[in-house]
């Protein structure tokens, strides 16, 4: 973005001349990230009033700030642009912005794998046009309208992350962006406690049409059966379905695995064999969006291939990584929910890369009234057979542990209520370079410590 602060203004509707009208190429809510040339937008909250950072907004470089026009003392002789609400100022720019752009929009959402998916759509993308995409976890109220602004106003495509805890969330951030595509990854059981059940869930993902354009196009998980009510509900709707079910348009028929990573055979509106640098039949069946939107902006199956061979992840998603005595830890750390939870271990199940298999799980979060019997249910697909030995952290994970004694020895299984150095001890004294652990759990668990000491 490169708009003058009077431009600004008149995107908010104030009709105000400034002695210096500074250029803005960029928006910033935090000064410790704070570029140069930003305009600086203060929030105040309970506990922190951002307009106490507005002077050290403009020491680092700030090229104006807005200011609350109920907020008392506003510094004299620098460019302030005075507006009722931080927030809806932010999400009013954003709005303007998008409007200029010329830019594809990709919107994606899911209880799982969107940011996974995301990076996928923007690798498979980016060898061929300029791409943008999320970064990080921005992609709420606040979160996607940063990314919008900072979009470079020759960008071909915006890949853009739509998270949300409740109702009318992804309906909003979806309007904002008006995409022409979007994507529903998936319906797991996050956020259960806000939204009751999974139909809630899929409820409230499938407002991801709201803003999508009148030509647009939805792909989605056709998998899952709480999606088809909605899909036979809005028979104007382009939608095309991936998964792995018959039914599909575009279904995975084989995947094998290797330390490389995955390669899998399509069927449908791609009949191809593909490989990815990332480990998962789950994350193949996330590529099978990034392949539908490719094939949809003219890429060729080749084009695809290449592209698919340098995808990089975002860290902690199914992330391989070697430790010190030549085991491989599958570091999927980032987030974890009973159907996450259930297609990593399938994966670990599955594979042929390592005969000695482990398992770190820690707590699911946010899921609600019914947590003791999701976390119970894992034992159905943990086998005494198939795995070594499990490592259990967090309190919730009491309840798995307790449903695996029955079949699994003492040796063979830990549980840890808060403390990562049991866990760590227990392996170190146990794996070797057989061995192949998988690491998951809720972001607030964060089990990576658990494999730092064994990094190279």
């Not at 919730?396 to 299984?413: A, G, H, S, T």
Request: glycine fraction near 8%; hydrophobic fraction near 40%.
């Amino acid at each position: 973005m490169k708009k003058s602060l009077a431009e600004i203004a008149n995107w908010l509707g104030e009709e105000v001349s400034f002695e210096n009208n500074p250029l803005v190429t960029g928006v910033s809510i935090n000064t410790r990230t704070l570029q140069p040339g930003d305009l600086f937008i203060p929030f105040r909250g309970e506990n922190v009033n951002g307009h106490r950072f507005v002077q050290d907004a403009f020491d680092k470089g700030a090229a104006a700030s807005l200011w609350l026009k109920d907020e008392p003392n506003p510094p004299k002789d620098v460019p302030l642009l005075f507006v009722e609400s931080g927030e809806k100022a932010l999400q009013q720019m954003a709005v303007a912005y998008r409007e200029e752009l010329n830019a594809t929009f990709i919107g994606i959402t899911g209880s799982n794998g969107k940011t996974s998916t995301k990076d996928l759509v923007a690798g498979i993308l980016s060898p061929y046009f300029r791409v943008k995409k999320t970064e990080g976890n921005f992609n709420n109220e606040l979160g996607l309208p940063l990314t919008i602004l900072a979009l470079d106003e020759d960008t071909e495509f915006a890949v853009l992350e739509m998270g949300m805890s409740s109702f009318g969330e992804i309906e909003f951030l979806s309007k904002l962006a008006k995409p022409k595509y979007a994507v529903i990854t998936n319906i797991g059981e996050a956020h259960m406690q806000d939204l009751g059940s999974r139909e809630g869930i899929a409820k409230a993902k499938f407002e991801i049409i709201a803003g999508l354009q009148e030509a647009g196009k939805l792909f989605y998980d056709g998998d899952e059966p709480l999606l088809r009510p909605f899909i036979e509900n809005t028979p104007s709707l382009h939608s095309i379905s991936f998964g792995t079910e018959e039914a599909n348009d575009l279904r995975i028929v084989e995947v094998t695995f290797t330390e490389q990573g995955s390669k899998f055979r399509t069927d449908g509106l791609i009949n191809e064999e593909m490989s990815i640098p990332i480990l998962g039949e789950h994350q193949v069946k996330n590529t099978l969006a990034a392949l539908l939107i490719a094939q949809e902006v003219g890429l060729t199956s080749e084009q695809m291939r290449v592209a698919l061979k340098e995808i990089v992840l975002t860290d902690m998603r199914m992330q391989v990584i070697e430790a010190d005595n030549g085991a491989i830890f599958i570091n999927d750390a980032y987030n974890a929910a009973p159907t996450s939870m259930k297609a990593a271990i399938s994966f670990v199940e599955k594979s042929t890369i390592k005969s000695d298999k482990w398992l770190v799980l820690g707590d699911m979060l946010e899921l609600g009234e019914n947590e003791k019997q999701y976390h119970e249910e894992m034992s159905a697909y943990i086998s005494d057979k198939v795995f070594t030995g499990v490592c259990l952290y967090g309190p919730r994970m009491e309840w798995l542990y307790k449903k695996l004694l029955e079949q699994f020895k003492d040796k063979q299984l830990v549980w840890v209520e808060n403390e990562y150095e049991q866990i760590i001890s227990h392996l170190r004294q146990r794996i070797d370079a057989d061995s192949i652990v998988l690491v998951k759990g809720s972001r607030g668990m964060k089990l990576e410590q658990i494999i730092e000491p064994f990094k190279k």
